[in-house]
């Protein structure tokens, strides 16, 4: 792969498919991205769904292989109606329509990946890491030693900017590695998924799951062990969903958490994909070396595209051979993919490509199949099957350029492609079991044999009567229309043969407003194209079906949603509506789907048609059950959105091969815009229920441009218009049926020529001509008269008769009111000559010198008058007098200046004509001029250019068209014309290939037309009354817009009045179009209306004007006027370029006009009487109305125009009535305004659905009584804002006598209980859990007077700490100290969100409210609106009574606007979730504060490599509210040699805090505590602040009865009612303290808390960069001086050693064969280590153990730092040798002990390990005997003992060994140990010494009495020879002693022998002789 064109693997895809290619276009190439989107999700990820559906079954163990499978998925499909079958279709319905909300833009994304742990890793001696690949982004974690369950707890960031559709395909692969430092790291497992199913699910987040990791590339292996992970995909806005930090016992139940559900087991997999054939492939590359060729005669016709094809699924992928000049490749290759199932991959791509020799490759287009959709799950589900059936393809416009193509990227899948492309015939298989043995293979000719049946074919009709051609831009060439259904119909296409596909090119005429239209007026033109496609009616059938009892049941939904929307509905109207709506689904799902063909099925055709009627039975049971059971109708509505929902997700069908029908809009030759509509849609049935339901229904369409690229492109968009038409699909023998619906026109078809001319010496005449005389409407085909020959079946009804183009009939000026004529007046001169003596012309615009005319001689048009005087235009590039200057006239080049050499000059002079007639009536006297015409010529400079009606100058070219009608006598015969001399040219033609004869066809299409006769033509008038907007979008740098609407309506169009600077308009106009005429029954427009298109527009004074949004609305017809009502102002939303853009109320009539019948009263004139005016039946009732806006204070002004904005002025506009505040003096000094109440009455209408918006401008008074605008805001509606003052009075009272619960001493069960009545606006899901107080406060010294027996220095809680309090409450099980949930000590509320959220933003006084300057929209998160400041304020509206008596003030008790000095008290928690800036992935993050001026930077403290830091700091600043309001509080991330990063930053207002009726100056406590931790702290006592409460909400006072009752809010409220079980703890105060502190509680006020603000970086909008948990006390320095702080300092590790003395092993593992004695034997050792820390220690070394014993009495030193409260060691080190900082780390306190082999010149061999947790360590046995591998039982883990509890251990432990699998885990030894864990105190009273080292006491160790045998025979060698060598060999030595000894004997005998022998025989003969 990558390789760009090897010839060797034909091109290798070009390196299309690989990471990180330049050709990929961001992500095509990824290796996981290529096609596995995002789980269009089906199926749940784990066991946990809603309830645990994973326990429900196991499944058959193949489920959902395309999709994440639920357990309760797989097994619960047994009865009839399973619920995990509906929840299955909900969830896939809802994250279908998530996905489909995303725009297709660039977006910013971020996956989140906390990995946590691991477990039951394989191997021995391991070193994991987790690597994630993302795309082409890989990250890892840190290293872990030496363990099979690694704790990690690192958080990994990706971070995308990518279109959605793109992101979501990416695929994710998670890998555990073990490291290795020379070679590669080794897999030990990973686990596969794609970003799409992360995203599919809830909160686009996986917490805490368990991942099942394999070897992707082993068939046969199994599990690999498992890891603990957390995912979460965020976009901008989404909120991350918090994974904490939290490690599992050991017994934890890893199956029943799993990412994929329990009981359905990895399998292995082939993916057989089938590539069998492609066809209708467009042209790829580009004809020169062919053209070339045909020059010498050289070259053949070649077919110029080289096409492969490139399968990509779960990261696997495959390609085809490529088969070069084919545009009907046959592969007839299967592709292979190995994937395990069920996987995580949704999506399957499938991409032709073109292979190029010399470039990259290009893509010819992309089809996706998804898994879910051709697969099922549940005991009745199946495999994925596919086809064998096409799949279309779609991309560019399929005509080929040399150019670059600019819509390239809609051929690589990303967005949806706009034509047709071509189609491949696919099959797709899978077999479970293995994985496939070769990656490609040919198919076999049987199963290509076996197509035949599936390549049928039947001949289909696309018909299509174009009615309207509106709302066109103005173009410059003739327009026409082209349908196309695959190849079939396509114009611009050269190897498609002709059709009458297109519609008579016509030019555009102005329809007098903005835009241009067609005028077809009664002869409408009709194309139809006939293709063949296979037989698709069966599943087409089925889909519609259930598609129309869909649209059936979300009409009827609409409806009543409709009805309760109103404020007051009839209940039993809903009912009814309910009812009908009931037995209308019961009656459409009794329909029963079409039967399966016996030909041409496939497996996917059957398993579909059963789970579709099992489905359809279970849904009719339901509904039968909705109308039994439930009785409220909204009841019945939750159930039947639960149908609807199920529908959504039956209402697929992937196998439609039936290509999609596009209409293109074609100018000047080229393809301007289009609109693409399945072909399912338009599909006819003799079943009204299966046909689609677009199929002969009038329908008014919009053609778009192609889809952008880029946002920013929508702009420069270009193109488009409007049709109404009807279209109709449909097989042969139906196609009499299509126009059923326009049966009051009549069908005609004519041939079709046109008779060309040229200019040539003063005549028109066929010399000269460069086109044939009679040829088609483009020139370029020959089309003699007599060369036409009726076709088969069809005759002549008529002569040849000539018939003008109605289109070209129509000026310049057609359609205009007012005119511009224009002449030129043009001076010539000989050199050397002045001007003035010179000739003089006059010409017209085109240059056409005018005989015998002047300026003053020139008429006006008849019909027209003159409305001005001639004038020289000066609005030019010209000189003095209007002069422009050239050299020849004819050539152009006009200068402003003179020069010697110009010869000629002119200038332009204009004059303005308005017409007398009605434009209407004009067109109509052109129509009928164009009848009568017997000449029919129109003229153009030169053929093939636009053609209109009056002959000019310079026209060069003439031509008229000929028609000859056609009547058919034979049905089913198409009528195409064959000409002649072409068949002539066949028979003659040789075998060569004539070279000219590409551009002739032999082929031609007549025209066809639906004509209505005068008869049917019906007159209308259109109303649109156009009452108001709100909200539009401002286009002006003032942030506000002068906009208008236009209004179009067929060819007719008109627009209102222009309304100034508003974003609120109030048009209040009636658009009147009369003289509508429309053909056919009226029945039917007033089924199938014309759409009202309306257009809003900001009214520029230079440029043109900017376009603002639009919306389309259909009128209601109203054929019978005096028995219908007019229609209502509905609210209509208003788009631009797909998003939101404001609303309009606005009504839309169609008046029938009949002779006798009277139309309404036309609406009154306005009083200027520019306009009309909405009637008053249809304007809203207007009523009397108070409006009190509260105009507090601006706040964060930014600079206008380089100045400060210092004295603001509120201006407030609502209903035409204006009112402004008096202005701030200084905005320095105090930002209040002085007087903040503004008053108005206005008449606004009665239903609040009408109400108006208010318009709220702030501007700024200076010098020279100058005040601009500074800031806008908008309120769209005010029926928010209606108030009724009693009833607030009322509720105020009952707030205040709410029932107490009952006290936590008696009802607290866990820390997610609340003493007293939980905060108002506080709801159990935001709250993570409720809290008590902060630490201990001294009670002012004023205040403590009142507190008997207060002890200042009282110290009960010191075992307790803040965190204690903190831990508790947020139910930190592994933190939390139950001692202190024991004694029942006061809580904190852990909020998990901003306190703002949980008490509606503190806006009970004021609403910060955002002003708005610039360009923009002003929705959230909109870049292009530019915020100027912020206003602080509120608003209430309450109408007049009906006596008109004046409303009581309703802003009546507010403080004081003078600002206030305080004391701001900030304590900063902790942080989570932190990004990383720095490239280790951490961060060294450290806070900084701004409030004001006053600034805090804690640079000094940061906290280095972490993502979730614990910072315990407390930060005190002054504050002047309102002045200081907005504390902001910044992490930064620490850069020794750089600038600083930002990670993140929040912004607190703290002048809501102060504002607010909520108290959230110092939360309230649970209890009123005079001493210890929980002592209160606030700087008023609670009866104090109760007084103050009863004034700011003007109840009376409380009156006490002592000291345990008081009388609050007209109740007698006592102690005991709190407290019946007395006090909750003894550190409580006196009575009356805690029961003014009971009823506060009551108040809903805010509790003592911690809140988790989000942090936001600027570069990264939308999108969390962590959290950061804190709260903020303010204090008031007039309430006194304040307590004193709250301690938080994080808690610190307490210093302890860890003793371990490893006195013996016992039948470890004999590792290793003598090689001198063939004894098995190991030299043992053991070797230890707490995890997380780098010091390894190990013991002596036990030579040559023969049976598995050790003895070592060593001791083992490790010391470490340990925090008691939260069980975890606490790790300071550095991550490498080059890092500056230490890491501290936190990890649970894990020994880890392993026993080895050692070997002197080979590497240690390991034997076995002992994982062990200090904290949960398992009970030791007696003795070796009974040591076994139960004692690590999770099952066991009660007997389990805590060593720092214990103190010290002994006994014996199993090591264990799973270096064959953690399922086949084996015991690898026994050893005996004692453990100690000791203090630094205890450490230094009774020291030891590591080994045997001194000092070797407590105890003390003796050197080991090991046998003799135990030695190292490399440094002894007398050991080795006595216990080695002579133990086992003496013998061996002995006898060989001897045998040498012998043998040297006999040597020295054979030696001396025959000396000897021969002296004696000597002796013997002679006797006497000597020797």
């Known amino acids: 792969e990558g390789d760009e064109g090897d010839e060797g693997d034909e091109g290798d895809e070009g390196d299309e498919g690989d990471e990180g290619d330049e050709g990929d276009e961001g992500d095509e190439g990824d290796e996981g991205d290529e096609g596995d989107e995002g789980d269009e999700g089906d199926e749940d990820l784990g066991g946990e769904d809603e309830g645990g559906d994973a326990e429900e079954g196991e499944g058959d163990g193949t489920e959902g292989v395309g999709g994440g499978v639920s357990g309760g998925d797989a097994g619960t499909s047994g009865t009839p109606q399973s619920a995990a079958a509906k929840k299955a279709a909900k969830r896939k319905a809802k994250r279908r329509a998530a996905r489909a909300n995303l725009p297709n833009r660039p977006l910013d994304f971020q996956i989140r990946f906390h990995v946590l742990e691991a477990r039951r890793l394989p191997g021995g001696n391991i070193k994991p890491v987790v690597k994630i690949q993302c795309g082409d982004q890989i990250k890892g974690s840190s290293v872990q030693k030496g363990t099979t369950s690694p704790i990690w707890d690192e958080m990994l960031v990706f971070g995308f900017n990518e279109r959605p559709a793109d992101f979501l395909d990416k695929v994710i692969e998670i890998k555990v590695l073990n490291s290795r430092r020379v070679l590669s790291d080794a897999l030990i497992g990973s686990f596969r998924l794609d970003v799409g199913l992360v995203f599919d699910e809830p909160d686009h987040a996986i917490i805490h799951k368990w991942l099942l990791l394999t070897d992707p590339d082993d068939a046969t292996s199994e599990a690999k062990g498992y890891l603990k992970i957390s995912m979460q995909v965020l976009g901008p806005g989404d909120e991350p969903k918090r994974s904490v930090s939290k490690i599992d016992d050991e017994n934890v139940d890893i199956e029943a958490n799993l990412l994929r559900p329990s009981g359905v087991r990895l399998q292995s997999a082939t993916f057989r994909v089938k590539i069998f054939q492609a066809e209708d492939l467009p042209q790829m590359d580009a004809e020169f070396l062919q053209k070339l060729g045909k020059l010498f005669n050289r070259a053949e016709q070649k077919e110029l595209v080289d096409p492969y094809a490139v399968v990509n699924f779960a990261g696997h992928k495959g390609r085809t051979a490529t088969v070069m000049e084919d545009m009907t490749p046959e592969w007839n290759e299967q592709i292979n993919l190995g994937v395990r199932v069920p996987s995580m991959c949704e999506r399957m791509r499938i991409s032709l490509i073109d292979y190029d020799r010399f470039n990259r490759d290009d893509y010819i287009g992309t089809t996706f199949i998804s898994m879910s959709e051709i697969s099922a799950p549940g005991e009745n589900g199946f495999l994925p099957t596919f086809g064998p059936c096409f799949l279309n393809i779609y991309g560019s416009p399929r005509e080929f350029s040399n150019l670059p193509d600019k819509y390239e990227y809609l051929n690589k899948g990303k967005i949806e492609g706009v034509s047709y492309r071509g189609r491949v015939l696919v099959e797709v298989e899978v077999e479970v079991g293995n994985f496939p043995t070769t990656n490609k293979e040919l198919i076999k000719q049987d199963d290509v044999k076996r197509l035949v049946p599936y390549l049928r074919r039947r001949t289909y009709k696309l018909y299509a009567a174009f009615l309207h051609a509106t709302q066109i831009e103005p173009a410059d060439s003739p327009v026409e229309f082209e349908i196309s259904i695959g190849n079939y119909g396509n114009k611009l296409d050269k190897l498609v043969p002709d059709t009458s596909s297109t519609t008579q090119p016509s030019n555009p005429v102005y329809d007098g407003n903005k835009y241009y239209y067609l005028p077809w007026f009664d002869t409408k033109p009709c194309v139809v194209v006939e293709s063949s496609w296979e037989d698709n009616s069966y599943r087409i059938g089925s889909l519609n079906i259930i598609l129309r009892i869909k649209d059936v049941l979300g009409k009827g939904l609409k409806e009543c949603s409709d009805i309760m929307a109103q404020e007051v509905y009839d209940q039993a109207e809903l009912q009814a509506k309910v009812s009908e709506i009931l037995g209308n689904v019961i009656i459409h799902l009794d329909q029963e789907f079409p039967h399966v063909p016996q030909v041409g099925i496939t497996k996917l055709d059957i398993n579909l048609r059963k789970i579709r009627e099992a489905e359809r039975r279970n849904l009719i049971g339901d509904a039968q059950l909705l109308r039994t059971k439930l009785e409220t109708p909204e009841e019945v509505i939750q159930g039947l959105e639960d149908i609807l929902q199920r529908l959504a997700s039956l209402a697929v069908e992937p196998q439609i091969s039936v290509p999609d029908v596009i209409i293109w809009m074609l100018s000047g030759g080229k393809r301007v815009a289009c609109k693409r509509i399945p072909a399912h849609q338009l599909m006819y049935s003799t079943s009204a229920m299966q046909a689609g339901a677009l199929c002969g229904c009038i329908q008014t369409i919009k053609l778009d441009p192609p889809a952008v690229e880029e946002e920013e492109d929508l702009e420069d968009a270009k193109g488009g218009a409007q049709l109404r038409l009807l279209l109709w699909l449909g097989l042969d023998g139906d196609s009499p049926r299509w126009c059923e619906n326009i049966s009051d026109g009549q069908i005609a078809v004519y041939a079709e020529t046109y008779e060309n001319q040229a200019w040539f010496i003063k005549s028109w005449g066929t010399t000269a001509l460069i086109v044939p005389k009679f040829s088609d409407s483009r020139g370029k085909k020959k089309l003699p008269k007599e060369a036409f020959i009726t076709p088969e079946g069809w005759d002549w009804a008529e002569d040849w008769f000539i018939s003008p183009e109605i289109s070209v009939a129509f000026e310049g000026d057609s359609g205009r009111k007012v005119f511009q004529e224009e002449l030129f007046e043009l001076h010539f001169r000989v050199p050397f000559t002045s001007f003035d003596k010179g000739t003089i012309s006059w010409r017209d615009i085109r240059n056409a010198e005018l005989e015998g005319v002047t300026k003053d001689t020139l008429e006006v048009t008849k019909g027209w008058k003159w409305t001005s005087s001639w004038e020289i235009d000066m609005n030019r590039a010209v000189g003095d007098g209007g002069w422009e200057y050239t050299m020849d006239a004819e050539a152009g080049a006009w200068s402003p200046s003179e020069r010697t050499y110009h010869l000629c000059r002119r200038r332009r002079w204009v004059r303005s004509r308005e017409r007398l007639t009605d434009p209407k009536k004009e067109a109509k006297k052109i129509k009928e001029k164009t009848k009568q015409a017997t000449e029919g010529w129109e003229y153009a400079r030169l053929p093939r250019m636009t053609y209109h009606a009056t002959d000019h100058k310079l026209d060069m070219a003439r031509r008229r068209r000929w028609h000859r009608k056609l009547v058919q006598k034979k049905a089913g015969k198409p009528p195409i014309f064959y000409f002649e001399s072409e068949k002539k040219k066949k028979k003659k033609k040789s075998k060569k290939s004539d070279s000219d004869s590409s551009d002739d066809e032999c082929t031609q299409a007549p025209r066809m037309y639906l004509t209505f006769p005068e008869e049917v033509s019906y007159k209308y008038q259109l109303r649109a009354y156009i009452y108001q907007a709100r909200d539009l979008y401002a286009s002006d740098d003032s942030g506000l817009s002068d906009p208008y609407v236009h209004v179009a309506f067929g060819r007719y169009s008109q627009r209102t009045h222009i309304v100034k600077q508003s974003v609120c308009p109030t048009w209040d106009e009636t658009i009147l179009i009369d003289d509508i005429f429309l053909f056919g029954n009226p029945e039917n427009i007033a089924v199938y209306p014309p759409v009202v298109a309306l257009e809003f527009f900001d009214k520029d004074q230079i440029g043109k004007d900017e376009y603002l949004g639009s919306c389309d609305v259909m009128p209601s017809v109203r054929l019978d006027i005096p028995k219908t009502k007019s229609p209502r102002l509905q609210w209509f939303e208003i788009e631009r370029y797909g998003k939101y853009a404001g609303d309009l109320l606005a009504a839309f009539e169609l008046l029938l006009v009949q002779e006798g019948v009277d139309l309404p009263f036309e609406p009154p004139k306005a009083p200027k009487g520019q306009y009309l005016l909405v009637p008053s039946g249809i304007k809203p009732i207007l009523q009397k109305t108070r409006i009190e806006v509260l105009c507090w204070g601006v706040r964060d002004m930014k600079r206008f125009q380089l100045l400060p904005v210092t004295s603001p002025i509120v201006e407030i506009e609502c209903g035409g009535t204006i009112k402004r505040t008096e202005p701030i003096k200084n905005t320095k000094d105090n930002p209040n305004f002085p007087e903040p109440v503004v008053k108005m009455d206005v008449n606004i209408p009665k239903e609040r659905l009408y109400a108006p918006p208010l318009n709220i401008r702030i501007l700024d008074k200076r010098a020279f009584g100058r005040k601009p605008a500074v800031g806008v805001k908008v309120i769209k509606t005010l029926k928010d804002f209606v108030v009724d003052p009693k009833a607030e009075a009322k509720a105020i009272a009952a707030a205040t006598t709410v029932p107490h619960p009952p006290a936590l001493a008696a009802t607290s069960k866990g820390p997610t209980s609340l003493v007293g009545a939980p905060a108002e606006g506080v709801s159990d899901e935001k709250a993570a859990a409720p809290l008590g107080r902060p630490d ?598 002995i006898g060989g002693i001897v045998g040498v000894i012998v043998i040297l004997l006999l040597v020295i005998f054979i030696y001396s022998a025959p000396n000897y022998i021969g002296q004696w025989l000597i002796n013997s003969l002679l006797p006497g002789a000597s020797p």
Not at 1499 to 1507: C, D, G
Not at 1586 to 1612: H, Q, T, Y
Not at 1672 to 1679: M, S, T
């Open 1336 to 1933: 201990e406060v001294a009670i002012h010294m004023e205040d403590e007077q009142l507190i008997e027996g207060a002890d200042p220095d009282a110290t009960k809680d010191s075992d307790f700490d803040w965190w204690s309090k903190y831990y508790t409450s947020v139910c930190d099980e592994q933190c939390q100290q139950q001692d202190y949930k024991d004694q029942k000590l006061d809580e904190l509320v852990v909020y998990n969100n901003p306190l703002e959220d949980y008490f509606d933003n503190f806006e009970d006084i004021a609403t910060t409210m955002v002003l708005y300057r610039g360009k923009g929209s002003r929705e959230e998160g909109e870049t292009e609106g530019q915020v100027i400041g912020k206003l602080k304020g509120a608003i209430k509206v309450c109408p007049f009574p009906p006596d008109n008596k004046e409303p009581p003030l309703m802003f009546g008790n507010i403080p004081p606007t003078s600002p206030v000095e305080c004391v701001v008290r900030v304590y900063v928690v902790r942080a989570f979730t932190l990004q990383p800036k720095d490239p280790n992935g951490k961060s060294d993050p450290y806070i900084k504060l701004k409030l004001g001026k006053k600034k805090i930077n804690d640079k000094e403290r940061f906290i280095p490599n972490s993502l979730n830091p614990i910072f315990g700091r407390y930060y005190e600043l002054p504050a002047l509210l309102p002045i200081d309001h907005t504390l902001k509080i910044t992490v930064m991330d620490y850069d020794r040699t750089s600038a600083d990063d930002l990670i993140g930053e929040t912004f607190i207002d703290l002048e809501n805090r102060y504002l607010t009726q909520k108290r959230a100056l110092c939360g309230l406590p649970q209890s009123f505590a005079i001493r210890g931790l929980n002592k209160w702290r606030d700087s008023l006592l609670p009866r104090d602040k109760l007084l103050d409460l009863c004034k700011m909400k003007n109840i009376d006072d409380p009156r006490w009865n002592g000291l345990s009752e008081v009388i609050f809010a007209g109740r007698s409220r006592t102690l005991a009612e709190f407290e019946p079980d007395g006090p909750p703890h003894p550190d409580v105060g006196p009575e009356d303290q805690r029961l003014a502190l009971h009823l506060l509680r009551e108040q809903g006020l805010v509790p003592e808390h911690v809140e988790t603000r989000p942090l936001f970086n600027p570069m990264h909008p939308g999108i969390e960069q962590g959290r950061l948990q804190m709260w903020v006390d303010i204090f008031p320095k007039n309430l006194g001086a304040p307590p004193p702080p709250v301690d938080i300092t994080p808690r610190q590790p307490t210093k302890y050693t860890l003793r371990i003395v490893i006195w013996n092993t016992k039948d470890v593992l004999l590792d290793e064969i003598s090689v001198v004695t063939g004894e098995s034997m190991s030299d043992i050792y053991v070797k230890g280590w707490i995890q997380g820390q780098d010091e390894t220690q190990k013991t002596d070394v036990h030579y040559r153990s023969l049976d598995g014993e050790g003895n070592f009495n060593w001791r083992l030193v490790y010391p470490f730092e340990y925090i008691p409260q939260e069980k975890v060691i606490v790790v300071r080190k550095k991550e490498h040798f080059w890092s500056l900082d230490k890491t501290e780390r936190r990890i649970p306190p894990r020994l880890t002990l392993q026993v080895w082999d050692n070997d002197l010149f080979n590497p240690d061999d390991f034997i076995g390990t002992l994982d062990i947790n200090l904290d949960r360590i398992p009970e030791g046995a007696r003795d070796a005997d009974r040591c076994d591998l139960h004692q690590l039982d999770p099952s066991k883990a009660d007997k389990a003992k805590d060593l720092f509890k214990a103190k010290r251990m002994r006994g014996w432990w199993p090591f264990y060994s799973d270096s064959d699998g953690i399922e086949n885990r084996y015991l690898a030894g026994k050893v005996e140990m004692e453990l100690e864990i000791v203090t630094e105190e205890e450490e230094q009273l009774r020291p030891a010494g590591q080994g045997r080292e001194e000092p070797n006491m407590n105890p003390n160790l003796p050197e080991p009495n090991r046998p003799a045998t135990s030695f190292l025979w490399f440094t002894s060698p007398w050991k080795t020879c006595k216990f080695i060598v002579w133990k086992y060999y003496k013998w061996h030595i």
